[in-house]
């Protein structure tokens, strides 16, 4: 039959037959159950004491580095949040840029048509007002323009 063992606030069950070393080598097997002869294999009361001493060293540790881990949980977890508004605020910003390149792409597309358009009229425009520069100048000066034509 097993017996319990209360060593602080956990409860350890010895097993006789690994005795004190396996108490004393910080409970590393699990098994502390003991046998129908347990008392007269318990650790005296000085070294009870001292494991007692290292059971609650080692829980205070534990919370010690619980606190530590819960900080740097929330810590991480702050920045994740901060990251994560910072990349949404510049997936809009991007999609803004995004949205106002394709605006600008559609009025180059626009003023390269009006540009298509406008260089081959220009082209005549100026053809035009030069014969009628050539008309108007004809008609001020009619010697000019015979003399013109018959020199051709």
């Known amino acids: 039959?097993?017996?319990?063992?209360?060593?602080?606030?956990?409860l350890m069950k010895v097993n006789t037959l690994q005795g004190k070393k396996m108490v004393e080598s910080g409970l590393q097997s699990?098994?502390?159950?003991?046998?129908?002869?347990?008392?007269?294999?318990?650790?005296?009361p000085a070294d009870l004491e001292i494991l007692q001493q290292k059971v609650a060293g080692v829980q205070r540790e534990l919370e010690d580095f619980k606190e530590e881990a819960l900080k740097a949980i929330r810590y991480l977890e702050d920045a994740f949040c901060q990251m994560s508004g910072v990349l949404a605020q510049q997936?809009?910003?991007?999609?803004?840029?995004?949205?106002?390149?394709?605006?600008?792409?559609?009025?180059?597309?626009?003023?390269?048509k009006v540009l298509t358009?406008?260089?081959?009229?220009?082209?005549?425009?100026?053809?035009?007002c030069q014969r009628l520069e050539n008309m108007l100048v004809r008609s001020h000066n009619p010697?000019?323009?015979?003399?013109?034509?018959q020199a051709d």
């Not at 997936?91 to 390269?112: F, M, S, T």
């Not at 358009?117 to 035009?128: G, I, N, S, T, V």
């Not at 010697?143 to 034509?149: D, E, P, Q």
């Open 1 to 10: 039959m097993e017996a319990l063992f209360q060593a602080g606030s956990i």
């Open 30 to 44: 699990g098994d502390l159950s003991l046998s129908q002869s347990w008392p007269s294999y318990l650790p005296l």
């Open 91 to 112: 997936e809009e910003q991007a999609a803004r840029v995004k949205q106002r390149l394709r605006e600008e792409e559609d009025r180059g597309i626009v003023r390269n």
């Open 117 to 128: 358009f406008l260089l081959p009229r220009e082209k005549q425009l100026r053809e035009h």
């Open 143 to 149: 010697l000019r323009a015979i003399r013109k034509s």
